[in-house]
Structures are given as C-alpha cells and as structure tokens.
C-alpha cells in the first residue's frame, strides 16, 4: 500500500515516541513531512521534519495535504486511528492510506477496567453533541466514553435519572496514568470516562409516548410500532420524517442504531424545536431537522431509503415527492381525504393499506370499558 500512496496513518499513544513499534518509527523516519497535533510532534527526535496540523483542522485538512502532493507524508493520530480518528475522515475524503495503529485509549481502558470487547460499547462525544451517550444507558450495561467532558457527564447521567451508575475517569492511558472517580474529579486532556450504568429501562424502540415531550401531534405507540415494522430500519440507512410532530418515528429509527439516519421535516417552527429537544433527550441529536412546509422543503434533501409521512398528506405533491425516491414509503391518515388519497395510492401502485384502531381498557362507571383511539388509515408501498 505504501508503495502505491505516499500517505501512511500512524497511531501514537500517549509515550509518544517512545512508544512506537520499530515499524511505525521506519514509517515516520521514511516521511518527508510529518503532521500531527503539537504535543503529538514534540516527541519525536529533532530532526524529522513535521508540522502542526491548523485548528479548526477539517476546513483546512485537504489544503494541507495538497501542498505535500508527491511527497511522502505522515500523518500522527491518537492510538487507532480510525476509532473517532484522522484515519476514518482521510479515508472518507478518498485519501489511500496505510494505517499502522497503536492501542486505542479504548482497549487500554477496558485492559484497566476488565472489561471485555463484548459487553462494552463505545460512544464517541469529540466534535458532537454528549447527549449521544443516552442513547447507550441501559441498566447493567457498560460505556466507554471518547471526549466531553465530567461535569457534562454528570449532568446528563443525573437528568436521565442514572445518577447511581459509576462514573470513572481514565487519564493518560499508556503513560502517567491516573484512574479516578469522576463524580467528583475533573481530569484533564487525554481522558476516557467509563460509566457502569445503574438506572431505569428504556428501550429503543417501543417508547411510551410520554417519553417524548408533545402537543397532541404524535405518532402514538402501538401505531409507531406498525409503521417501524413496515419501514424496516437497517444499520446506515436514511428516512425522511415528513411532517413530523414530536419527531417520535424518525427518533426511534434513529435509536434503533448508531449509525442509522434520520431528518424531520415540519413546518410549525415551534414543533421543529420541539423535535430538536427530543432528539436530544432520547440519544439521537444528529438528527436533522428541517423547518418548512413539504414539498418544497424535500427538494435539497439527500437521497433517502425509506419514508414516513406522518403529516401533511392532503397538501399537493407531498405524497408524489416522496414516490419519486423510490424509497419503501409509510403514509397515515386519519381524515376522509387523506384515505381517499392513499386509497387511491394503493389502486395505482399496490402495497399494503389497513386501518389500524387501538382500543384501551379504562374505567367505565363501577365496571371496565374500552376506549377507542382514533383509527389510523396507513398505506405502505415499497
């Protein structure tokens, strides 16, 4: 590979260099520039030619390199690179690369911790939102947290009601070690904080509605779980949420897995906000959402897999946009005019159309009695 490309990823810990396998430090003597972070740089002999990398760095990554075109670089990234490193976003920029890794302050933790690659997920907070980590909270389970910082750990393990769980700092794993509590230390740089969770059950998919903040426009339980089922969520994929209330479909889509994708589209600016603080709350705030009305505003989207149309069915255009994807689609009505227009969806193009009534059993005088909910008309088509 190396032979092909001049751009070799190194992974260093925190020995610097010292702690390079003799394959990495050939890689790094062979390079005609070395880039890295500052404290990463100043480990390595006097004369190797290096440079800091700019701050903010992305904005400035491929300028950089163009610069070294032809010669060969190396470039220095924290353990593996490409867990939450340089490595994965030179790769997704169309850079080839050989990559030589060092131990990720990741296996370094869980080695400290004894914990096991199974049982221990990793969420990654550098450069997004801390609010990721709620997505992970289950009782019993075990994170390993990659950025943020203890206080905004605290916080939030607190807010999701897991202020019971352990919360550990792991500080300069590889070199001057220091392992502490991290509900009362704040460490400093090179941290991974691990949480042992200890807190109430909330699964991924099947939320109760009052796990989401809403005005009435929501997608409820039971009627959520038929459109999941039907819009079969895989790891990677994209949905549009078109008129999204709460955000509760294209929440749960997202939670179902990390890398799952979603954008809300809604164009009451005060639900819009209202789905921005869900999404939060629930441990998906890279959902997107977008304020405005459909169909207009799908036409800048990126290309989705699959399609909820939870509101605004009866504007004009807005189920045709979504066709026009090609993309599974899920649509609810509950008026008159909104089935006729997916009755007369599923006379031209097939799939499945089925009412869906939801009955709860409630106090009815002295005795029990079934309370109906509004029946949902839902046509799904793929």
């Given at each position: 590979?190396?032979?092909?490309?001049?751009?070799?990823?190194?992974?260093?810990?925190?020995?610097?260099?010292?702690?390079?396998?003799?394959?990495?430090?050939?890689?790094?003597?062979?390079?005609?520039?070395?880039?890295?972070?500052?404290?990463?740089?100043?480990?390595?002999?006097?004369?190797?030619?290096?440079?800091?990398?700019?701050?903010?760095?992305?904005?400035?990554?491929?300028?950089?390199?163009?610069?070294?075109?032809?010669?060969?670089?190396?470039?220095?990234?924290?353990?593996?690179?490409?867990?939450?490193?340089?490595?994965?976003?030179?790769?997704?920029?169309?850079?080839?690369?050989?990559?030589?890794?060092?131990?990720?302050?990741?296996?370094?933790?869980?080695?400290?911790?004894?914990?096991?690659?199974?049982?221990?997920?990793?969420?990654?907070?550098?450069?997004?939102?801390?609010?990721?980590?709620?997505?992970?909270?289950?009782?019993?389970?075990?994170?390993?947290?990659?950025?943020?910082?203890?206080?905004?750990?605290?916080?939030?393990?607190?807010?999701?009601?897991?202020?019971?769980?352990?919360?550990?700092?792991?500080?300069?794993?590889?070199?001057?070690?220091?392992?502490?509590?991290?509900?009362?230390?704040?460490?400093?740089?090179?941290?991974?904080?691990?949480?042992?969770?200890?807190?109430?059950?909330?699964?991924?998919?099947?939320?109760?509605?009052?796990?989401?903040?809403?005005?009435?426009?929501?997608?409820?339980?039971?009627?959520?779980?038929?459109?999941?089922?039907?819009?079969?969520?895989?790891?990677?994929?994209?949905?549009?949420?078109?008129?999204?209330?709460?955000?509760?479909?294209?929440?749960?889509?997202?939670?179902?897995?990390?890398?799952?994708?979603a954008i809300a589209i809604e164009r009451d600016a005060?639900?819009?906000?209202?789905?921005?603080?869900?999404?939060?709350?629930?441990?998906?705030?890279?959902?997107?959402?977008?304020?405005?009305?459909?169909?207009?505003?799908?036409?800048?989207?990126?290309?989705?897999?699959?399609?909820?149309?939870?509101?605004?069915?009866?504007?004009?255009?807005?189920?045709?946009?979504?066709?026009?994807?090609?993309?599974?689609?899920?649509?609810?009505?509950?008026?008159?005019?909104?089935?006729?227009?997916?009755?007369?969806?599923?006379?031209?193009?097939?799939?499945?159309?089925?009412?869906?009534?939801?009955?709860?059993?409630?106090?009815?005088?002295?005795?029990?009695?079934?309370?109906?909910?509004?029946?949902?008309?839902?046509?799904?088509?793929?």
């Amino acid at each position: 590979m190396r032979d092909e490309s001049p751009l070799t990823v190194v992974g260093i810990g925190a020995g610097g260099w010292a702690g390079l396998s003799p394959q990495a430090r050939d890689a790094v003597r062979k390079a005609d520039v070395v880039l890295g972070a500052p404290r990463q740089l100043a480990s390595l002999p006097g004369d190797i030619e290096t440079r800091a990398w700019p701050s903010p760095l992305l904005p400035a990554l491929d300028e950089v390199l163009a610069e070294y075109a032809g010669r060969r670089i190396c470039v220095l990234a924290s353990g593996d690179p490409l867990l939450s490193g340089i490595g994965t976003t030179l790769r997704d920029r169309g850079h080839a690369i050989e990559v030589l890794p060092a131990l990720s302050s990741a296996t370094l933790a869980r080695a400290r911790l004894g914990w096991s690659f199974e049982e221990t997920e990793i969420v990654t907070v550098v450069g997004r939102a801390v609010h990721r980590v709620a997505r992970a909270l289950a009782p019993g389970r075990k994170v390993l947290v990659l950025g943020g910082t203890a206080a905004e750990l605290r916080d939030l393990l607190t807010a999701r009601g897991y202020g019971k769980s352990t919360l550990t700092t792991l500080e300069n794993l590889g070199a001057d070690e220091q392992i502490a509590d991290g509900w009362t230390h704040d460490p400093g740089s090179l941290t991974v904080f691990a949480i042992g969770c200890q807190g109430p059950r909330l699964p991924l998919t099947g939320l109760p509605d009052d796990a989401f903040e809403h005005d009435g426009q929501l997608t409820k339980r039971d009627v959520r779980a038929s459109a999941l089922a039907r819009l079969a969520p895989a790891p990677g994929e994209l949905l549009w949420d078109v008129g999204a209330g709460a955000g509760s479909v294209g929440i749960e889509w997202s939670r179902v897995h990390p890398l799952n994708r979603a954008i809300a589209i809604e164009r009451d600016a005060a639900r819009a906000e209202r789905i921005r603080r869900n999404a939060d709350t629930l441990g998906v705030p890279e959902l997107q959402v977008v304020t405005g009305p459909a169909p207009d505003a799908l036409k800048t989207l990126p290309q989705p897999d699959a399609v909820f149309v939870g509101g605004g069915l009866t504007v004009p255009g807005v189920l045709d946009a979504c066709l026009e994807t090609g993309a599974r689609i899920v649509a609810h009505g509950v008026t008159l005019e909104a089935e006729q227009i997916l009755a007369a969806a599923y006379a031209r193009h097939g799939g499945e159309l089925q009412r869906i009534s939801v009955e709860h059993a409630k106090p009815l005088g002295g005795f029990t009695g079934w309370t109906p909910s509004r029946a949902v008309t839902q046509w799904s088509w793929k």
